[in-house]
């Protein structure tokens, strides 16, 4: 007998997720997963696809014909872009502020292409002047790529500006929309951009494993003219598309979908429609001057310079002195909360706080901060116990005010 006859099932504990992702899961979400398999090509299936493709243009902002979700999580979106985009010997400029940016080096190379890097530090923005820069020296340059939301920082990238810079030279964008979609504003089709992935649990929070992609007619049509077959087969949008967007909807197996994962990502798009998505992006906002405030208010201090902070990732610095690690085991063993460590140069420096899509609550706010004060305050930081909760109300009641005040100047437009 080997010791697998002992294994029983597996039940994960409660947890609250408040790193870089996953996220949590809104009980809608978790309900829809549990729903009974059915044959990926049988018609009720298909009508969910259908909205599921439409639920995803509303999300990305965008009529782009070619919208669906990649059965993979962000990175299969992200190489979906590159394999398809980028043909041996094509010159890509990418900019790289953050682990992200340099993972689509690494795809530019395995794809045979030349990538030329616009280096910006860890926690800046990527600065457009560089951009600019290095399209004048390579106006030869056939892409453009960045991520807009770096997950890796907390570091908000100007996307509108970088696409328009792109798409003045004539180069194509391919832009990360990871941890921004459905937490940060983006607008496909007003920027003009023409490759965009994203990932399943990161705002939307929905179950990981799912890549929402969007392609440009312009992208489409580099797409048809590549000279090369794409190496990949499982990523070849020309073969994928006969199952996503066969024409007459005569669709033809490819790969069995991620049939669960598919009616959790329409339930978590079905609520982002509700909620609406400019209302996403604010309360993304202001939950995250809330746990600034709170932050700061411990003694904090915010990696990401004030107009390049990202709402649903805050990075902070450890303080001096403090085990970051010990913090991290004892907010998951004694609260339950997961928060996130730093990556790279990074490891050991930061903390980083996410705040994305159904983990974005006032309660999530207030538990963080309660429990790090008491976390730092075990490990021997002098912490002020409850100044960051009182900074963290403040916040909420101007909020309430300027609500309140809103709602009574529409009462008076009405009357
Ligand atoms: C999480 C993340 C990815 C990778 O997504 P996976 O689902 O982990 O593969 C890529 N880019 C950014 C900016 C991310 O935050």
């Known amino acids: 007998m080997t010791s697998a006859?002992?294994?029983r099932s597996f039940h994960p504990p409660q947890r609250i997720l408040m790193g870089p992702g996953p996220s949590d899961m809104h009980p809608r979400v978790q309900n829809a997963l549990g729903q009974p398999?059915?044959?990926?090509l049988d018609p009720a299936f298909v009508g969910m696809m259908e909205e599921l493709k439409d639920l995803l243009r509303y999300a990305f902002q965008t009529k782009n014909a070619l919208t669906f979700p990649v059965s993979g999580p962000g990175s299969v979106g992200m190489e979906t872009c590159?394999?398809?985009l980028v043909e041996p010997g094509d010159k890509v400029i990418v900019c790289r502020n953050g682990v992200f940016g340099g993972r689509m080096i690494e795809n530019v190379e395995r794809c045979g292409g030349v990538a030329v890097v616009v280096e910006d530090a860890w926690g800046a923005p990527v600065d457009p002047n560089k951009l600019e820069d290095a399209l004048r020296a390579h106006p030869d340059a056939k892409v453009v790529a960045f991520v807009q939301a770096e997950t890796s920082t907390g570091a908000l990238s100007d996307a509108r500006t970088l696409a328009g810079i792109a798409r003045q030279r004539g180069a194509l964008t391919i832009v990360d929309a990871v941890t921004s979609l459905g937490g940060s504003k983006l607008q496909v089709d007003a920027w003009g951009i023409d490759a965009v992935y994203s990932g399943s649990q990161k705002c939307l929070s929905c179950?990981?494993?799912?890549?929402?992609?969007t392609f440009s007619e312009r992208a489409v049509e580099r797409v048809k003219a590549r000279k090369k077959k794409c190496q990949s087969w499982f990523m070849d949008l020309s073969l994928v598309l006969e199952y996503w967007n066969a024409p007459g909807g005569k669709r033809t197996?490819?790969?069995t979908a991620p049939i669960n994962a598919l009616y959790g990502l329409h339930e978590s798009l079905v609520l982002l429609?509700?909620?609406?998505?400019?209302?996403?992006w604010t309360r993304h906002r202001h939950h995250h001057l809330a746990l600034k405030a709170g932050l700061e208010a411990m003694g904090l201090a915010f990696l990401v310079r004030e107009d390049a902070r990202l709402p649903q990732l805050n990075a902070v610095f450890v303080p001096e002195g403090i085990d970051e690690a010990a913090v991290r085991m004892r907010l998951l063993n004694d609260f339950n909360l997961e928060i996130g460590a730093g990556l790279g140069p990074l490891a050991g420096k930061i903390w980083r706080f996410g705040l994305m899509g159904?983990?974005?609550k006032i309660e999530n706010v207030m538990l963080c901060l309660s429990a790090l004060g008491s976390a730092l305050a075990d490990l021997g930081h002098p912490v002020d116990l409850g100044h960051g909760e009182a900074a963290a109300h403040d916040v909420y009641a101007s909020h309430h005010a300027a609500d309140a005040s809103a709602r009574k100047r529409m009462e008076l437009k009405r009357a």
């Open 207 to 213: 179950t990981p494993g799912l890549s929402p992609v």
């Open 273 to 280: 429609r509700e909620e609406g998505i400019e209302n996403a």
């Open 358 to 360: 159904h983990s974005c």
């Open 37 to 40: 398999v059915i044959g990926h």
């Open 253 to 255: 197996y490819h790969h």
């Open 82 to 84: 590159f394999v398809n």
């Open 5 to 7: 006859a002992k294994i």
